[in-house]
């Protein structure tokens, strides 16, 4: 699959990029390893530090408040009960670990999925390689303008770390910066638009 390569003024340069089709144009993607994929990075994002105190928990004296039959209603002990208003609650959320383990291959598959979901809905944009001199926000927001992708989310691919591009895209809610190392199917998919710098291709072709 070839794409052709912009400038960040938004001209097309007449030069061409080759991606894997091993990586983007896989013949069989699979739908379910995506969802697991995107699952494992939700929940391992999870906090998980809910907690609501349960009868054993909750601050209140134990003596039984009535008699066990003839109250006309249900019967309960003590003011810590959960029939009562300020009792502890039954069953409650505790704290716990979401996260939970899964196969490289499918992870891997996974990626791979995403990207040829992209690729087949046109949606992977390849740029010439550029950097600022100092962190600029205007500067980053006209060549957003220029690519015609500023009023869409998008991912920003970079053959490596890059604090001056960083800086300049950090309070613009619809960029989001990760070089081709660390890319994963979540960030692929969580944005309308790849647009992948021409030294990131040689190492998103290289993915296992």
Do not use: C, W
């Not at 046109?122 to 205007?138: L, R, S, Y």
């Not at 021409?198 to 296992?208: A, F, G, P, R």
């Amino acid at each position: 699959m070839e794409l052709a390569v912009y400038n960040i003024q938004g001209v097309d340069t007449g030069k061409k990029v080759t991606l894997n089709d091993e990586i983007f144009a896989i013949a069989e993607p699979s739908e379910h390893a995506v969802y697991l994929d995107v699952k494992q990075y939700m929940a391992n994002h999870r906090q998980g530090t809910h907690k609501a105190k349960e009868r054993s928990e909750v601050s209140g004296s134990t003596r039984k408040l009535g008699r066990q039959k003839g109250g006309g209603g249900a019967r309960h002990g003590d003011i810590n009960s959960p029939l009562l208003i300020g009792g502890g609650r039954v069953f409650g959320p505790r704290p716990r670990n979401y996260s939970f383990k899964l196969n490289k291959k499918v992870k891997a598959l996974a990626r791979r999925s995403a990207l040829t979901f992209k690729a087949q809905n046109n949606q992977i944009m390849v740029v010439e390689d550029f950097n600022f001199d100092a962190p600029k926000t205007k500067d980053f927001v006209n060549i957003a303008k220029n690519l015609k992708i500023d009023g869409v989310k998008f991912l920003l691919v970079l053959p490596g770390q890059n604090k001056n591009v960083f800086l300049s895209a950090r309070n613009l809610p619809n960029a989001r910066i990760m070089t081709a190392s660390d890319i994963n199917t979540y960030q692929v998919l969580d944005n309308k638009m790849v647009v992948v710098t021409v030294s990131s291709v040689d190492v998103l072709n290289n993915l296992k």
